[in-house]
């Protein structure tokens, strides 16, 4: 039985699948089976896989399109191994990437998931990468303001996933959902580390543009909120879901319900002024309003923090 199920879903992906595919066959840990899906693709997809002969590769192919989640979710129920590994049909691991996240599961049996950062390359400026919350509290922090986590550099531990599935209601924000579950059942982390390379293009599913999407996001904040379960209040709430998904509050009436919600959740995680991450939205949403206003809504922050809102 193989330590580590990497499950890869693929959709008309003939343009990418034969690097991502080549970067997880070359790992420098050699203990895993790939998990390759193919989601009723209409290219050359299901072609370039089967030409592979290798023990390791195990192909599979969705009678009909089923979306993302379920697609998943099909590889979750076939993983055998102990550790669950993600990975995308357009994106290229890093050589030590399974190395690397296998070790520190290894030695940390309280962490649930691990993930890490991410190099950038395609239609994106060269050099980009990303920079994601290490440790748990700073995680479940970013958590109320945006996914936590680059979902194909991911790793989980497959006795805390146990029945739980991505949801197909929520595709296209599928992993965020995931996260928010798993969050209540250990710790998470990501490595500071690049441990793969994140392809940027039209095609992929993260960058197609989708009302529906975004409207699902904004139910999965609402969602979030309430199973935080801190005392939050229904305007606190409506606040934080606005500067989540408009980037800003819509007017001055929610300036104030945001800023107890930030307090509230900044004194659960252990934090003595607001967190970084929302602070700027915070700016952005009040720097336009009248200075008297943005001085009373300063009160209680540090006093660095209170410049910034002022100038």
């Known amino acids: 039985m193989p330590k580590v199920s990497v499950i890869m879903p693929?959709?008309?992906a003939e343009?990418?699948?034969a690097e991502a595919i080549d970067s997880i066959l070359a790992q420098t840990f050699r203990d895993f089976e790939l998990i390759v899906l193919d989601d009723?693709?209409?290219d050359n997809t299901s072609r370039i896989i089967l030409n592979y002969e290798d023990s390791r590769l195990i192909y599979l192919k969705n009678e009909k399109n089923m979306g993302v989640a379920a697609t998943l979710n099909r590889g979750l129920e076939t993983a055998r191994g102990m550790y669950i590994a993600r990975m995308d049909a357009d994106d290229i691991a890093m050589l030590d990437r399974l190395a690397r996240q296998v070790a520190v599961m290894d030695e940390k049996g309280n962490i649930i998931a691990c993930?890490?950062?991410a190099i950038l390359f395609g239609e994106v400026p060269e050099g980009s990468k990303t920079d994601m919350p290490l440790e748990d509290k700073e995680i479940r922090l970013r958590m109320a303001i945006s996914n936590p986590f680059v979902h194909p550099t991911m790793m989980l531990r497959k006795e805390?996933?146990?029945?739980?599935?991505y949801d197909s209601s929520f595709d296209g924000r599928e992993d965020y959902r995931m996260w928010m579950v798993l969050s209540q059942k250990g710790q998470m982390m990501n490595l500071p580390e690049t441990l793969l390379r994140y392809r940027i293009h039209k095609g992929q599913v993260t960058q197609s543009v989708d009302v529906t999407k975004e409207q699902k996001h904004y139910r999965l904040k609402k969602m979030y909120f309430r199973e935080l379960d801190i005392g939050l209040t229904e305007e606190m709430q409506e606040a934080l879901c606005q500067a989540a998904y408009y980037g800003m509050v819509t007017d001055q009436s929610?300036?104030?319900p945001l800023k107890l919600g930030l307090?509230?959740?900044a004194k659960y995680y252990g934090c003595t002024d607001l967190p970084r991450e929302y602070r700027w939205r915070l700016w952005e949403g009040v720097r336009?309003?009248?200075r008297s206003f943005r001085w009373r809504l300063s009160r209680g922050m540090s006093l660095k923090s209170r410049l910034r809102l002022l100038r």
């Open 160 to 165: 805390a996933v146990g029945e739980t599935r």
């Open 10 to 12: 693929a959709y008309n």
């Open 15 to 17: 343009n990418y699948i």
């Open 254 to 256: 929610m300036a104030e």
């Open 288 to 290: 336009k309003m009248p």
């Open 263 to 265: 307090t509230v959740i």
């Open 115 to 117: 993930g890490s950062n």
């Open 40 to 42: 009723c693709s209409t």
